[in-house]
């Protein structure tokens, strides 16, 4: 497809090194007065640390603040970290966390324009224009993926289809008949949809499909390859967390070569995940965000645990933020199944609460058809195992149920026998993922 590179804000985003260098500390100097004057946890975390608001004079002494981690959104759930009186916060949104309790973030209204600019960007990057018939298959709620692509997509005048995730045959009937041109959801739902188009004999010249924006998930060059031969389009990736502010933070153009970092928005760091010291351009290491400029609940110095690197190589779209690689890795345990996040820990949480269950658990995630499965392997305790099959199912069915509510996505679970799952002597490893992404 033709690389015609549109720009959604020139003077944003193609500003010189110098005045975005200048504009960050300007944000970053004021976020760090309103976090320090309205979140307790803040102003405690940065006096032990011995640093006051009026230390951090330029963009170097980012370095001297202390970081946030995600336990410390769990740990002042659910509002403690705001920065805004809860009057000034128009919307709420969240994602799973790791112990049930949803990491939730807050937006004013000021906030929820500015992500509208960053979707906006993101999108025209993509190559949308007010033209494009939009489809959006993330799914609509507490995710950002939904309301995010939506406001961004409508922003740019696009004609917006507000699917939401799921009921494929549907998503493309309404993809043919309302002439779709750019779809939004994960690359594993691209993929499914592509699959399933094939499956109904469609090929992709029969669908007028062009772009995809793709992301909330760790997806590979291959895995592009394939759906864009599948549905006939640019597939792109884009990045962003809740806790920063969802989808926006960071997009690819069409080069496809790395997501430009919406940087006047969320100043980036690279560091060492063990050592926590900031590692040079082009270093493999943890993504470090600071949302500078958000009102309802800015982050400074959040441990992202996505491992990436940076460049600031000049890009051919004119852009002048840098850009980030593929993920390729996490510093934690999180995993993501279909699009969904996942703590072991989680799973851990449910079972202590489940009397017959011992703590033994082993999660085996695969992807059959272009969707991930997760299977979950719990040990019985030998008196539930030495009873009747009846109580066992019950068991099973019980622990599914607390599963699906807990994690947010169903997990096929398989009793088994006690002592029968693998015991370490160090670590212990609950996780089995046999997806080839
Ligand atoms: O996934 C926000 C989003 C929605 C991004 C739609 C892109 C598109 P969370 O549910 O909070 O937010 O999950 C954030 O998902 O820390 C990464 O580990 C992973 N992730 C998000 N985008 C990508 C991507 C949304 N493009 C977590 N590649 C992040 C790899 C991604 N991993």
């Not at 640093?51 to 740990?75: M, Q």
């Not at 979950?376 to 109580?391: A, H, K, L, P, Q």
Request: aromatic share 6%; proline share 5%; net charge negative.
């Amino acid at each position: 497809m033709e690389k015609k590179h549109l720009i959604w804000n020139r003077n944003a985003e193609c500003i010189s090194r110098e005045d975005l260098e200048a504009l960050q500390i300007h944000k970053l100097r004021a976020t760090v007065s309103r976090m320090y004057e309205n979140v307790p946890m803040y102003r405690e975390r940065m006096q032990s640390a011995r640093v006051k608001p009026e230390d951090i004079k330029d963009l170097s002494d980012l370095k001297r603040l202390p970081f946030i981690d995600k336990p410390d959104l769990r740990d002042h759930y659910p509002y403690g970290l705001f920065s805004s009186p809860m009057k000034d916060i128009v919307r709420i949104h969240g994602s799973s966390g790791t112990t049930g309790r949803p990491v939730l973030a807050g937006y004013t209204n000021k906030d929820l324009k500015l992500w509208c600019e960053m979707m906006a960007r993101t999108l025209t990057a993509v190559g949308a224009t007010q033209d494009d018939v939009v489809q959006i298959a993330y799914g609509y709620g507490l995710f950002t993926g939904g309301l995010g692509a939506h406001q961004g997509a409508t922003e740019i005048g696009a004609t917006v289809v507000p699917m939401s995730a799921g009921n494929t045959q549907r998503q493309i009937m309404m993809m043919r008949d309302l002439q779709a041109t750019l779809l939004c959801c994960t690359p594993s739902y691209a993929l499914y949809l592509g699959e399933t188009m094939a499956e109904m004999g469609l090929t992709p010249d029969q669908i007028p499909l062009r772009r995809a924006a793709l992301g909330a998930e760790p997806w590979s060059e291959e895995m592009r390859v394939r759906i864009e031969q599948l549905l006939g389009v640019d597939a792109i990736d884009i990045y962003g967390l809740t806790e920063i502010w969802g989808p926006g933070v960071a997009f690819e153009c069409l080069e496809k070569h790395g997501m430009h970092i919406n940087e006047d928005q969320v100043i980036a760091e690279i560091v060492d995940p063990d050592t926590l010291e900031p590692l040079p351009m082009g270093s493999k290491g943890e993504l470090v965000l600071s949302s500078v400029g958000k009102e309802g609940m800015p982050l400074l110095r959040y441990r992202t645990h996505d491992i990436c690197t940076l460049t600031d190589e000049p890009c051919p779209c004119g852009r002048s933020f840098v850009r980030m690689n593929r993920i390729t890795g996490r510093s934690d345990d999180m995993l993501v199944i279909r699009g969904v996040n996942v703590f072991p820990s989680q799973v851990e949480s449910v079972l202590v609460n489940i009397p017959g269950v011992t703590p033994h658990y082993l999660l085996v995630v695969d992807r059959v058809d272009s969707s991930d499965t997760l299977e979950i392997r719990v040990e019985v305790t030998e008196e539930m195992f030495s009873d009747m099959i009846g109580s066992m199912q019950a068991l099973g069915r019980q622990i599914g149920e607390k599963m699906k509510s807990t994690l947010g996505i169903s997990a096929k679970i398989v009793l088994v026998e006690p002592k029968s799952l693998p015991r370490s002597e160090g670590k212990s490893k609950h996780v089995q993922d046999n997806r080839k992404i």
